[in-house]
């Protein structure tokens, strides 16, 4: 490193002047000049350093290799000052001006400015600013030198103020909406890592230019796209402004300068050197061709050639120094080792297509030119006016203009600048504005702006008549309730009216004037009160107090309705509404009649069960209206949550009481009849089970004090008369079935459902309908055959929907026929209602051997059941053959009828032994029993009685006696065991036309129980042992007696 020539002290790098000499040859000829200062007396000496360096090394290469070499300087200013010259024989001259701040040879800050040749070295009217002289320069480098390097920035200025015309090489960034237009300021941030990278490292190398497209898919939220399709081939070609660095992502400032277009993807990287050197030719040509003034380019090459002889006498003493030379030589010769075969564009294209669209080829597009016409210049100020109509309806236009306008810009003659202005200034969808970006032809670019901007007006119009009407409705509203605010005063003054929680506190206290309210209640709610008093009014706390005063304040506290104590209204109101159910009718009078003797109401749980359709649910409004009592019902099918019954806790947000304080509420009497229907059917969940909540609330000993959780007092339920429905009574728990009454609503037989058309069904479908009864006579013969070839059921309910049928069907032809009568008879009963769905009574008319009817009990009702059995194979009675007999059931048959066919197997063998020692058929036989309708899960020991008859029947060989039914269950010992649902089984059989029935001993009572013209003509038998059943089925055998 040489040394100070005053001071004798070490000098390190302070500038470097770059003078290009250049021709249309690849030859070129570069003379650098170094100036180093002093450490201690900050003296500067110039110092050159060589004669010829290649054009392809560009200084900032030269610089940072120098760097390298010198393990002295830590930091190193760079102030470079680069001069083409133009002669009758040389190439352009350009002047460009670069600083940079190195640190172990990175760009930690970085300012670029370029200047042209009407900016820069020349005031703009071809005269010349004069130079600055080596003081000059000596001085700028002190500035320069004075200054620290900032390694992490959060803001840099990039102010190129030249601009290329042609950059092909950029990177991509794309965007979603608003695009950017020329002479346009847009905020970008990018997020994409890599993209990052390449944008920050072309800003390092002065190269702050990128190209804007917009994608092809709003959705995509990526700043990199895949693939070219997923962009617009036209974008802008825009100049990173301003940048900040923010953790992953980068901040830019961007402004719009030209349209281009892309024509292939690149690779991200481009070398240093191409990039330069580009940059660099691209810069000399745009100046050389505004710099032609012959007076200037003397002038410049006179003040060079007297630079050049000052510093002849430095260069010599520098050369004497081994160190510096060496290494300067080196520089040169690795120099001379890269001189370039290709331009530096070509360097720049000669790149590999890589998988992600970063860095794109791309060219300027032109606009087509145009003359300024009387119709452009009208589309022009027509612009202008509605621009300046938007601005006045909506001021963020306003404010947005003054933005994106540049001070001192003559917009109004320009079309061009005008066409921009105003496509920024919309908010149309992306597609329009790219139209306006790809548009080359400047009136159709006018005309399209224009429809946009129109368009624009015709919202900003619509936005600000929404906006007057939602301020007046604001404004109206605020004014009444300040008036209402200043009425209350008034009147609260005047002692008109009183304040919200006195008003509240009245209503709650009015409402208990009338009440009998026990005493834990009344302490509770006068504790509420002294609450509310307290509380603020618009407090969460205040509306959850007031909601649960209103519950307790809204109960019928001590209000009982005045029950009906007299038995003929009530029997004449039952028997109004309902046909037949005589043991509900009786039950409900001997409870009229216990109240009547004990002089005060009561209450009780009752539970009807039987099939759908019976009468279960309408039975008990008419013992409410019999009662004289409040009719409340609720269904718990289904339902898992216990709080339906017991109530939310208050601690939750939107709490609310059980369903019985609901009753209590609604009803307004402390003994209502409340109907809970389908409690066979309640499900249990993750929050609770219902059937356990019932417990409390239908038990007797228990409802006295029931506590609701949301009332959280004691609510006497003892008066209230709960009656319960149900279809099996299997799927209610056992604990709760105990707390109840049980009486089975059995089905009706084909009279019955008869009485009950004619006397209701048919009465309310001619009131539904509007057909009147001398318009449609319905005989008895067609009712019956309705109800025994389409509505077999226990019920009535689908009886009732062929009925209704029946009468719509009619009512249509009386308005489209124009009929006065219709007769509906057995003969034309299938034009209403179709098709009949039974059309055989029984499966055997005579049942042959081993066929026996058995009597089934349904949900729906009861059904004949028939049970078939046959030989699998031969017999063989050979003494040597030990093979044994076995039984085969089918018939989609549950657990329990298994059990019993086995069971009534065993009992048959033996049986038969007795009856027969040497028939051993049943022993060796493989029989196949089944039971028909396999469709039809089938299950229950009721059917042992019947096995066992059509076991015997095939083991000897001999059809059973025809028209019988029998049903009970059978022991091991041969015992008939009762069975349930008789009267069922007893219809069923009547209405298959059986004319004997056999039941058990045990069932005879319930027998007894059965109208008259249910069992009129039928012969029934009651057997206790199956000896009794054996001589009825089979009167021709007699049996030897079976030991008990």
């Given at each position: 490193m040489?040394?100070?020539?005053?001071?004798?002290?070490?000098?390190?790098?302070?500038?470097?002047t770059?003078?290009?000499?250049?021709?249309?040859s690849?030859?070129a000829?570069?003379?650098?000049?170094?100036q180093?200062?002093?450490i201690?007396?900050?003296r500067a000496t110039?110092?050159?350093?060589?004669e010829?360096?290649?054009?392809?090394e560009?200084?900032l290469m030269?610089?940072?290799q120098?760097?390298?070499?010198?393990r002295?300087?830590?930091?190193c200013?760079?102030?470079?000052?680069?001069k083409?010259?133009?002669?009758?024989n040389?190439?352009?001259?350009?002047?460009?001006r670069?600083?940079g701040?190195?640190?172990?040879?990175?760009?930690?800050?970085?300012?670029?400015?370029?200047?042209?040749a009407?900016?820069?070295?020349?005031?703009?009217?071809?005269e010349d600013k004069p130079?600055?002289?080596?003081?000059?320069?000596e001085n700028?480098?002190?500035?320069?030198a004075?200054?620290q390097?900032?390694?992490?920035?959060?803001m840099?200025?990039l102010?190129?103020?030249?601009i290329p015309?042609?950059f092909?090489?950029?990177?991509?960034?794309a965007?979603?909406?608003?695009?950017?237009?020329?002479r346009?300021?847009k905020?970008?941030?990018v997020?994409?890592?890599?993209?990052?990278?390449?944008i920050k490292?072309?800003?390092?190398?002065?190269?702050?230019?990128?190209?804007?497209?917009?994608?092809?898919?709003?959705?995509?939220?990526?700043d990199?796209?895949?693939?070219?399709?997923?962009?617009y081939k036209v974008?802008?070609?825009?100049?990173?402004?301003?940048?900040?660095?923010?953790?992953?992502?980068?901040?830019?400032m961007?402004?719009?300068?030209?349209?281009?277009?892309?024509?292939r993807?690149?690779?991200?990287?481009?070398?240093?050197?191409?990039?330069?050197?580009?940059?660099?030719?691209?810069?000399?040509?745009?100046?050389?061709?505004?710099?032609?003034?012959?007076?200037?380019?003397?002038?410049?090459?006179?003040?060079?050639?007297?630079?050049?002889?000052a510093?002849?006498?430095?260069?010599?003493?520098?050369q004497e120094?081994?160190?510096t030379?060496?290494?300067?030589?080196?520089?040169?010769?690795?120099?001379?080792?890269?001189e370039?075969?290709?331009?530096p564009?070509?360097?720049?294209?000669k790149t590999?297509?890589?998988?992600?669209v970063?860095?794109?080829?791309?060219?300027n597009?032109?606009?087509?030119?145009?003359?300024?016409?009387m119709?452009?210049?009208a589309?022009?100020?027509?612009?202008?006016?509605?621009i300046?109509?938007i601005?006045?309806?909506?001021?963020?236009?306003?404010?947005?203009?003054?933005?994106?306008m540049?001070?001192?810009?003559?917009?109004?003659?320009?079309?061009?600048?005008?066409?921009?202005?105003g496509?920024?200034?919309t908010?149309a969808d992306?597609?329009y504005?790219?139209?306006?970006?790809?548009?080359?032809?400047?009136?159709?670019r006018?005309?399209?702006?224009?429809?946009?901007?129109?368009?624009?007006?015709?919202?900003?119009?619509?936005?600000?008549?929404?906006?007057?009407e939602?301020?007046?409705?604001v404004?109206k509203?605020?004014?009444e309730?300040?008036?209402r605010?200043?009425l209350?005063i008034?009147?609260?003054e005047?002692g008109i009216?009183?304040d919200?929680?006195?008003?509240?506190?009245?209503?709650?206290?009015?409402?208990?004037?009338e009440?009998?309210?026990p005493?834990?209640?009344?302490?509770?709610i006068?504790?509420?009160?002294?609450?509310?008093?307290?509380?603020d009014?618009?407090s969460?706390?205040?509306?959850v107090?007031?909601?649960?005063?209103?519950?307790?304040?809204?109960?019928?506290?001590?209000k009982?309705?005045?029950?009906?104590?007299?038995?003929d209204k009530?029997k004449?109101?039952l028997e109004?509404d309902?046909?037949?159910?005589?043991?509900v009718?009786?039950?409900?009078?001997?409870?009229?009649?216990?109240?009547?003797?004990?002089?005060?109401?009561?209450?009780?749980i009752?539970?009807?069960?039987?099939?759908?359709?019976?009468?279960?649910?309408?039975?008990?409004?008419s013992?409410?209206?019999?009662?004289?009592r409040?009719?409340?019902?609720f269904s718990?099918?289904?339902?898992s949550?216990?709080?339906?019954?017991?109530?939310?806790?208050?601690?939750?947000?939107?709490a609310m009481?059980?369903?019985?304080?609901?009753?209590l509420k609604?009803t307004?009497?402390?003994?209502?009849?409340?109907?809970?229907?389908?409690?066979?059917?309640m499900?249990?969940?993750h929050q609770?089970?219902?059937?356990?909540?019932?417990?409390?609330?239908?038990?007797?000993?228990q409802?006295?004090?029931?506590?609701?959780?949301?009332?959280?007092?004691?609510?006497?339920?003892?008066?209230?008369?709960?009656?319960?429905t149900?279809?099996?009574?299997?799927y209610?728990?056992?604990?709760?079935?105990d707390?109840?009454?049980?009486i089975?609503?059995s089905?009706?037989?084909?009279?019955?459902?008869?009485?009950?058309?004619e006397?209701?069904?048919?009465?309310?479908?001619?009131?539904?309908?509007?057909v009147?009864?001398e318009?449609?006579?319905?005989?008895?013969?067609?009712?019956?055959?309705?109800?025994?070839?389409?509505c077999r059921?226990?019920?009535?309910?689908?009886?009732q929907?062929?009925v209704e049928?029946i009468?719509?069907?009619?009512?249509?032809?009386?308005v489209?026929?124009?009929?006065?009568?219709?007769?509906?008879d057995?003969?034309?009963?299938?034009?209403?209602?179709g098709?009949?769905?039974?059309?055989?009574?029984r499966?055997?008319?005579?049942?042959?051997?081993g066929?026996v009817t058995?009597?089934?009990?349904?949900?729906?009702g009861?059904?004949?059941?028939?049970?078939e059995?046959?030989?699998?194979?031969?017999?063989?009675f050979?003494?040597?053959?030990?093979?044994?007999?076995?039984?085969q059931?089918t018939?989609?048959?549950?657990?329990?009828?298994?059990?019993?066919?086995?069971?009534?197997?065993?009992?048959s063998?033996?049986?038969l032994?007795?009856?027969?020692?040497?028939?051993?058929?049943?022993?060796?036989a493989?029989?196949?029993?089944?039971l028909?309708?396999?469709?039809?899960?089938?299950?229950?020991?009721?059917?042992?009685?019947?096995?066992?008859?059509?076991l015997?029947?095939?083991g000897?060989d001999?059809?059973c006696?025809?028209?019988?039914?029998?049903?009970?269950?059978?022991?091991l010992?041969?015992?008939?065991l009762?069975?349930?649902?008789v009267?069922?089984?007893?219809?069923a059989?009547?209405?298959?036309?059986?004319?004997?029935v056999?039941?058990?001993?045990?069932?005879?009572?319930?027998?007894?129980?059965?109208?008259d013209f249910?069992?009129?003509?039928?012969e029934?038998?009651?057997?206790?042992?199956?000896?009794d059943?054996?001589?009825?089925?089979f009167?021709?055998?007699?049996?030897?007696p079976?030991?008990?």
């Amino acid at each position: 490193m040489r040394a100070c020539q005053v001071c004798k002290q070490k000098m390190r790098l302070l500038s470097s002047t770059l003078f290009l000499n250049s021709n249309l040859s690849n030859s070129a000829s570069i003379r650098n000049k170094f100036q180093l200062r002093c450490i201690s007396c900050t003296r500067a000496t110039s110092l050159p350093i060589a004669e010829k360096w290649q054009k392809s090394e560009t200084n900032l290469m030269t610089l940072r290799q120098f760097h390298n070499s010198s393990r002295t300087l830590s930091t190193c200013s760079l102030i470079g000052t680069s001069k083409i010259k133009e002669s009758a024989n040389e190439g352009t001259i350009f002047t460009r001006r670069r600083t940079g701040w190195f640190n172990n040879g990175g760009v930690a800050f970085y300012s670029s400015s370029a200047s042209s040749a009407g900016d820069q070295g020349s005031d703009g009217d071809g005269e010349d600013k004069p130079e600055s002289s080596a003081d000059d320069s000596e001085n700028v480098a002190e500035e320069e030198a004075s200054e620290q390097p900032v390694m992490n920035y959060n803001m840099a200025a990039l102010t190129t103020t030249t601009i290329p015309d042609y950059f092909p090489n950029i990177p991509v960034i794309a965007i979603n909406r608003n695009p950017v237009f020329p002479r346009f300021i847009k905020m970008i941030e990018v997020n994409d890592k890599k993209l990052c990278e390449l944008i920050k490292r072309k800003v390092k190398l002065n190269l702050p230019y990128a190209g804007i497209f917009l994608k092809t898919d709003d959705s995509n939220d990526k700043d990199v796209v895949k693939d070219l399709s997923d962009i617009y081939k036209v974008g802008m070609f825009v100049q990173i402004v301003e940048m900040r660095e923010l953790d992953n992502r980068l901040q830019m400032m961007v402004m719009g300068h030209r349209r281009i277009s892309i024509l292939r993807q690149l690779p991200e990287e481009i070398q240093l050197q191409s990039d330069m050197a580009a940059v660099a030719q691209q810069l000399g040509e745009q100046i050389a061709q505004k710099d032609q003034k012959n007076q200037r380019r003397s002038r410049r090459q006179r003040r060079l050639e007297k630079q050049n002889g000052a510093t002849n006498g430095t260069l010599d003493e520098v050369q004497e120094n081994g160190a510096t030379n060496g290494k300067l030589d080196e520089v040169q010769e690795n120099d001379a080792d890269q001189e370039a075969d290709v331009t530096p564009r070509e360097q720049m294209l000669k790149t590999e297509v890589m998988s992600d669209v970063i860095m794109v080829e791309t060219e300027n597009i032109k606009d087509e030119p145009f003359d300024s016409d009387m119709k452009l210049k009208a589309l022009t100020a027509e612009v202008v006016k509605t621009i300046r109509d938007i601005m006045a309806l909506n001021p963020l236009y306003r404010e947005n203009l003054h933005q994106i306008m540049q001070t001192g810009q003559r917009v109004l003659d320009n079309p061009v600048y005008i066409c921009d202005l105003g496509a920024a200034l919309t908010s149309a969808d992306p597609s329009y504005l790219q139209q306006v970006i790809e548009e080359t032809n400047i009136p159709e670019r006018l005309e399209l702006v224009l429809s946009l901007l129109k368009k624009e007006f015709e919202l900003s119009k619509l936005q600000k008549k929404i906006g007057k009407e939602v301020e007046d409705k604001v404004k109206k509203q605020h004014r009444e309730y300040i008036l209402r605010e200043q009425l209350k005063i008034i009147k609260k003054e005047l002692g008109i009216e009183k304040d919200d929680k006195d008003a509240i506190e009245e209503k709650f206290r009015a409402r208990l004037k009338e009440l009998v309210v026990p005493e834990h209640v009344q302490t509770v709610i006068d504790e509420e009160l002294n609450k509310l008093a307290t509380l603020d009014n618009h407090s969460s706390e205040f509306s959850v107090t007031r909601n649960y005063l209103d519950w307790l304040t809204s109960l019928p506290w001590g209000k009982y309705s005045e029950e009906t104590l007299a038995l003929d209204k009530a029997k004449e109101i039952l028997e109004e509404d309902h046909y037949g159910m005589d043991e509900v009718k009786k039950r409900i009078l001997e409870f009229i009649a216990v109240s009547q003797l004990k002089g005060s109401t009561q209450g009780k749980i009752l539970c009807f069960h039987g099939p759908p359709g019976v009468g279960k649910t309408s039975i008990a409004r008419s013992i409410a209206r019999a009662l004289n009592r409040q009719y409340f019902r609720f269904s718990v099918g289904g339902m898992s949550d216990v709080a339906e019954i017991k109530g939310h806790r208050r601690t939750y947000v939107g709490a609310m009481p059980g369903k019985m304080i609901q009753c209590l509420k609604k009803t307004k009497t402390e003994n209502p009849l409340v109907l809970i229907d389908e409690v066979d059917k309640m499900s249990r969940g993750h929050q609770g089970d219902p059937a356990s909540a019932l417990l409390e609330l239908l038990d007797p000993e228990q409802n006295a004090n029931f506590l609701d959780h949301y009332l959280d007092v004691n609510i006497d339920l003892s008066k209230v008369l709960f009656i319960c429905t149900a279809n099996v009574v299997d799927y209610i728990p056992e604990p709760l079935k105990d707390r109840m009454e049980l009486i089975d609503v059995s089905g009706y037989v084909a009279e019955e459902k008869l009485a009950i058309a004619e006397k209701y069904l048919l009465p309310q479908a001619r009131e539904h309908s509007g057909v009147k009864e001398e318009q449609l006579t319905v005989s008895k013969d067609a009712m019956y055959e309705l109800i025994k070839a389409y509505c077999r059921e226990s019920g009535v309910r689908n009886l009732q929907k062929h009925v209704e049928k029946i009468l719509r069907k009619a009512a249509f032809k009386i308005v489209s026929e124009g009929t006065e009568q219709l007769t509906v008879d057995s003969s034309n009963i299938q034009e209403y209602v179709g098709i009949p769905k039974f059309t055989k009574e029984r499966m055997y008319d005579v049942n042959p051997p081993g066929v026996v009817t058995g009597l089934a009990w349904t949900a729906y009702g009861g059904s004949t059941l028939y049970i078939e059995t046959v030989l699998k194979k031969a017999l063989d009675f050979d003494p040597e053959n030990k093979e044994k007999g076995d039984l085969q059931v089918t018939g989609n048959l549950g657990d329990v009828i298994k059990e019993s066919t086995q069971l009534a197997y065993t009992f048959s063998k033996i049986f038969l032994r007795h009856i027969d020692p040497d028939n051993k058929f049943l022993e060796k036989a493989s029989i196949h029993l089944h039971l028909p309708e396999g469709a039809t899960p089938k299950d229950g020991p009721s059917a042992g009685c019947a096995i066992v008859t059509a076991l015997l029947s095939l083991g000897m060989d001999k059809p059973c006696r025809q028209n019988v039914a029998m049903t009970g269950e059978i022991s091991l010992t041969g015992k008939v065991l009762p069975i349930g649902g008789v009267k069922e089984k007893v219809i069923a059989a009547r209405r298959s036309g059986m004319e004997c029935v056999i039941l058990p001993e045990d069932n005879r009572k319930d027998f007894a129980d059965l109208p008259d013209f249910i069992v009129k003509d039928i012969e029934v038998h009651f057997a206790s042992n199956y000896s009794d059943v054996f001589p009825v089925m089979f009167p021709d055998v007699q049996p030897k007696p079976i030991p008990s």
